[in-house]
C-alpha cells in the first residue's frame, strides 16, 4: 500500500503533505476527552444531581444520603483487587443488573459502590457480595483499601510487587476494613520505587534503595540520553565518562543518595537489588485540610526485607504501628493529628521502634523539620 | 493441545485469605482455553513468578502507539521473552473513565467484551492517576483495540511530559459538602488541554485534581499540579434544631471534645441553650463540624473554588504540597467556569514557557519565587498564599511605595464592588 503521494523532502508549506494521507487511510481518533458521566450514573444521583442535604453511616460499608428532595439513597461499599480480571468484573456488573439497577462506581481507592433506593435493599445486596468473596467496608473509620501502584506485574522500574503486597496486608487488615473501629479514617498507601506513585498515606509502604546503581557500561551510550540522566540526579553524582573505551556514565559513590531517579531514564543503571533494594515504613501522610493542615509522611522504619510472596515484616510493623494508633488517638484523630499531640518520642516508645540518625532530615529545607524550641517531652 | 498451567508456588500462596485475589484472577483468565488471550496470560503468570523468585522486574519501555496520538500507550516489552513469548508484548492502554467513575453495566460490560477480543482480559479499575488501565496488549493489537474502545465513547489518557488524565471525588452526584460541579469544572479543564495530553510537549506531567471541599477526597493537594478545592465565602448554614438533636443525642462532653474543640481556629462555642455560635470569620472552611453534624451544618450558599499550584510527589528535588494561588474563585454560573479555564491557560502557558526540561510545576515555582510567578499568570498576591509573611530582610524594597498603591486601589475597587452588590 502506498502511503505517501510524494516523499517528505518534496513537501512544501501549504500543500496537502503525508499527514493527512496517512490519516485518510487510517481512522481518525475521536478526542472525546473525558466523558459526561450522567448517562452512566445511577438514576437517583442523576436526579439529585448537587441537591444533597445530609448523610449518615448506618453500619460499615453502608452510607445513607438524604436529598433536598427527599429522595434517599443507600451505598454499599466494598473492597476489590484493583487488577480484576473480566470474570470478575462481570460478577460485579451481575450484581449491579441484579440489586442496584445497572450502575455502579469505583471511589478513588479502588473500592466499588453500588446504589439502592431503599433500606430493605441493603441487606440482600452485602449477603451477595460476602457469598461472592468482595468484604463489605472501607466508610468512616475504617481502614480502607490500600491505594496501590503496578510493581512487577506491569511496571518498568519496580523494586517490588504491589498487588502482592496489598493482598497480604489486606488479608491483614480484613477486620479493620469490614469494621469502623479507628479513631477516624487510616488510609495506607505502597510504592514500588522511590517516586512513590501510591501518593500520601497514614502509613506508606514504600521502597528504599540502599545501594547505588550497578551500571552496565556496555548499554549506556546506546539506550541512555547521557545529559538527560546527568541533569536528572538530584545530587549532582553522576557524570559522564569513558569506561573500557566507551562512552559512559560514573557515579560518585559519595554523593549518591540511592534515590534511584537515573533508572528510569537510563536502565542500565541498575538501582533495583534483590537484596538491598529495601521497604521503608513512612507514617503521618494526610490530604484532607480537615482540622490539621495537609501534611506529607515521615519515615520512621527502613531495612525492611522485600520479601514475597507475603512481605511479612512489612505487615508486622504496619500492624504496630495501627494498633498503637488505634489504642492511643483520640475521636477524630488522624495517624499525623495523634503523633502531633504525643509527640515523636512517645510514637517511638509507643511502637517499639528503633529513632536512628537516619530519621533527621538533612535534605533542603530540613531546618523546618528540627525542633526550635525548649519543648521537649521527657 | 492447550498450553499447560505454569507452576506458580509462590504466587499460590497469594490466593489464600479473605481479601479478593488478583492472582486468582489471573489464573483465571490462564485458563481460559478458549479464549485468545490464555496462553499470553500463563506466561505472564510464569514471568510473575519468576519476579517473586528473583526479586526483579523484567519490563522494558519502548515505542507504541495509535496513529494521531502521542501518549495513551504504555508500552511493555519482556526481558525474558525467550522463555515467556506469548506475553512478550504487554502493552497497557490508559483509558479515560466517565468524569466521577460512575459506570453503566452495559458499559462496563461493552468495555470488557472489546478487552477480551484485542488484549488480556486485565484491567485495573483504576491506575493511580485515574485511567482505566487495560493491560496486556500485542503490538499490532493496539491500533484495533484502541479503535473499537474509541467507538464506544472513550478516549485515551495521558503519560509522558504532557497533560494527565484526572480524577475528582463523587462530589455533587453524591455529597452534601460538594461546593461546585467538580464533574463540569474537569471536563472543561482536562478537555480543554486534548492536545497536551495527546501530543504531550510539555516541559513534564501536569495533573488537575478536583476535590469538592477541603476533604479532600481526590487526594488532589499532594499529587496535583493544579488542585482544585470547592469552598465558599459566606457563611456555614446552621439548622440550631438539629445541632440540639445532635447535642442531646451524643451529650455536651462529646460534642464539645469533638466538636468545638477541634475546629483548627476556635471559631466554634457551644452556647447555653445547646445552640451553636460560629465566629465565620475566623472559620477556615476545614470541613470538621460539618463532617460530624451532617444534619445540623452545611456549606454556605456563595460557592466557589480554592486553587492550588504546584503538588508533586519525590522526583527530584523532595515532595511538595500545592499551595494557594486563588483563595476564591466564585464558580456557579457558566461565566465563572470560564474565568477557572482562563486561570488555567494562563498557568499551562506559563509553565509551558518558563519550566526547564523534566520540572514540575512546584519546582519551576520554588525556583523562581511563588511572586514571579503570580506576576507571570496576572494573578495578585493575597495574604491567604502564605503561612506568615517573610522572616528575613534580604529583599529589595525600593518598589514599596507602589505596591501599596496597588493594595490601596484594589482594596477600593472591592469595597465599591461589594457595595454595589448590596445596592442591588
Known amino acids: 500500500m502506498r502511503l505517501l503521494k510524494q516523499p517528505l523532502s518534496e513537501r512544501t508549506l501549504g500543500q496537502a503533505g503525508p499527514r493527512e494521507d496517512i490519516l485518510a487511510l487510517q481512522r481518525r481518533p475521536i478526542e472525546s476527552g473525558v466523558i459526561d458521566p450522567l448517562p452512566f450514573m445511577h438514576p437517583l444521583l442523576r436526579r439529585n444531581y448537587g441537591t444533597w442535604k445530609w448523610h449518615e453511616r448506618p453500619r460499615p460499608g453502608v452510607l445513607h444520603h438524604v436529598a433536598e428532595s427527599g429522595e434517599e439513597v443507600w451505598t454499599v461499599r466494598a473492597g476489590t483487587q484493583r487488577q480484576m480480571d473480566v470474570y470478575t468484573i462481570r460478577k460485579l456488573c451481575d450484581i449491579a443488573d441484579a440489586y442496584a439497577d445497572g450502575f455502579l462506581r469505583f471511589t478513588t481507592r479502588s473500592n466499588i459502590e453500588f446504589m439502592v433506593d431503599s433500606a430493605d435493599k441493603v441487606a440482600p445486596l452485602i449477603a451477595r457480595l460476602e457469598t461472592e468473596g468482595f468484604p463489605v467496608g472501607g466508610t468512616g473509620n475504617s481502614v480502607t483499601m490500600i491505594s496501590h501502584t503496578q510493581g512487577w506485574l506491569h511496571c518498568d522500574i519496580p523494586a517490588t510487587d504491589a498487588s502482592g503486597v496489598v493482598k497480604s496486608l489486606m488479608d491483614a487488615l480484613y477486620h479493620e476494613f469490614t469494621h469502623a473501629e479507628m479513631p477516624n479514617q487510616v488510609k495506607i498507601t505502597t510504592s514500588c520505587c522511590q517516586i512513590n506513585c501510591g501518593g500520601q498515606g497514614d502509613i506508606a509502604i514504600n521502597v528504599q534503595h540502599t545501594k547505588p546503581p550497578i551500571i552496565d557500561h556496555d548499554l549506556v551510550a546506546k539506550v541512555c540520553e547521557r545529559p538527560a540522566v546527568v541533569a536528572r540526579c538530584p545530587t549532582a553524582a553522576i557524570r559522564p565518562a569513558m569506561v573500557n573505551g566507551k562512552p559512559s556514565l560514573e557515579v560518585d559513590e559519595t554523593k549518591c543518595i540511592c534515590c534511584g531517579a537515573c533508572f528510569p531514564p537510563c536502565p542500565p543503571m541498575r538501582i533495583n537489588d534483590p537484596v538491598h533494594s529495601k521497604l521503608a515504613i513512612w507514617v503521618g501522610g494526610k490530604h484532607s485540610s480537615t482540622r490539621s493542615k495537609p501534611t506529607l509522611h515521615k519515615l520512621v522504619a527502613a531495612g525492611l526485607p522485600n520479601n514475597p510472596p507475603r512481605w511479612p515484616e512489612v505487615t508486622e510493623i504496619v500492624l504496630k504501628i495501627l494498633y498503637a494508633y488505634k489504642g492511643g488517638a483520640r475521636p477524630y484523630e488522624r495517624m499525623a493529628e495523634w503523633i502531633g499531640r504525643i509527640g515523636w518520642a512517645r510514637f517511638f516508645e509507643l511502637t517499639g521502634l528503633p529513632f536512628t540518625k537516619y530519621h533527621i532530615d538533612n535534605w533542603r529545607g530540613s531546618r523546618g523539620s528540627l525542633n526550635a524550641s525548649a519543648q521537649v517531652r521527657l | ?424
Open chain 2, 1 to 424: 493441545m492447550p498450553k499447560p498451567m505454569p507452576e506458580t508456588p509462590l504466587l499460590d500462596e497469594l490466593e489464600s485469605g479473605p481479601w479478593p485475589s488478583f492472582v486468582s484472577g489471573l489464573k483465571r483468565l490462564a485458563a481460559s482455553d478458549d479464549k485468545p488471550y490464555a496462553s499470553m496470560m500463563k506466561d505472564l503468570l510464569g514471568q510473575l513468578e519468576r519476579s517473586y523468585e528473583t526479586r526483579r522486574g523484567y519490563w522494558k519501555g519502548g515505542t507504541v502507539g495509535v496513529s494521531g496520538y502521542g501518549a495513551g500507550v504504555i508500552p511493555r516489552f519482556s526481558e525474558i521473552a525467550s522463555e515467556f513469548p506469548e506475553s512478550a508484548e504487554f502493552h497497557t492502554l490508559r483509558v479515560i473513565p466517565p468524569a466521577g467513575t460512575h459506570y453503566s453495566t452495559a458499559l462496563l460490560r461493552s468495555l470488557c467484551d472489546v478487552w477480551e477480543k484485542h488484549g488480556s482480559g486485565l484491567i485495573a479499575l483504576h491506575g493511580q492517576t485515574g485511567d482505566i488501565m487495560l493491560q496486556g496488549c500485542r503490538s499490532e493489537k493496539v491500533q484495533p483495540c484502541f479503535d473499537e474502545v474509541n467507538e464506544l465513547g472513550f478516549d485515551l489518557g495521558g503519560a509522558g511530559a504532557g497533560v494527565r488524565s484526572s480524577i475528582s471525588c463523587v462530589g455533587a452526584a453524591r455529597c452534601e459538602h460538594s461546593c461546585f460541579d467538580e464533574a463540569k469544572a474537569m471536563r472543561l479543564l482536562v478537555n480543554n488541554f486534548l492536545d497536551e495530553m495527546h501530543r504531550p510537549s510539555l516541559p513534564y506531567k501536569f495533573k488537575f485534581k478536583f476535590s469538592g471541599c477541603a476533604n479532600d477526597c481526590a487526594n488532589a493537594i499532594a499529587r496535583s499540579d493544579f488542585a482544585v478545592f470547592g469552598t465558599w465565602r459566606d457563611d456555614i448554614q446552621v439548622d440550631q434544631d438539629e445541632v440540639r438533636a445532635y447535642v442531646a443525642l451524643h451529650g455536651r462532653k462529646w460534642t464539645i471534645d469533638n466538636i468545638i474543640r477541634r475546629c483548627p481556629t476556635e471559631a466554634l462555642s457551644l452556647n447555653d441553650d445547646d445552640s451553636l455560635e460560629i465566629d465565620n470569620r475566623s472559620c477556615v472552611r476545614c470541613m470538621h463540624c460539618i463532617n460530624v453534624m451532617t444534619k445540623a451544618l452545611s456549606p454556605g450558599r456563595d460557592r466557589g473554588v480554592c486553587v492550588l499550584i504546584g503538588g508533586k510527589r519525590t522526583l527530584k528535588t523532595g515532595d511538595m504540597l500545592a499551595t494557594v494561588v486563588a483563595p476564591f474563585l466564585r464558580l456557579q454560573d457558566d461565566a465563572d467556569y470560564e474565568k477557572l479555564l482562563d486561570l488555567a491557560k494562563r498557568v499551562m502557558d506559563f509553565y509551558i514557557e518558563n519550566a526547564l526540561e523534566h520540572e514540575r510545576m512546584g519546582e519551576m515555582i520554588e525556583r523562581i519565587g511563588l511572586v514571579n510567578f503570580l506576576a507571570g499568570i496576572e494573578v495578585e498576591v493575597d495574604p491567604n498564599m502564605i503561612n506568615h509573611p517573610r522572616t528575613n530582610s534580604y529583599v529589595r524594597t525600593d518598589g514599596w511605595d507602589e505596591e501599596v498603591a496597588k493594595w490601596t486601589a484594589r482594596k477600593l475597587a472591592e469595597a465599591d464592588a461589594a457595595a454595589q452588590a448590596a445596592a442591588e
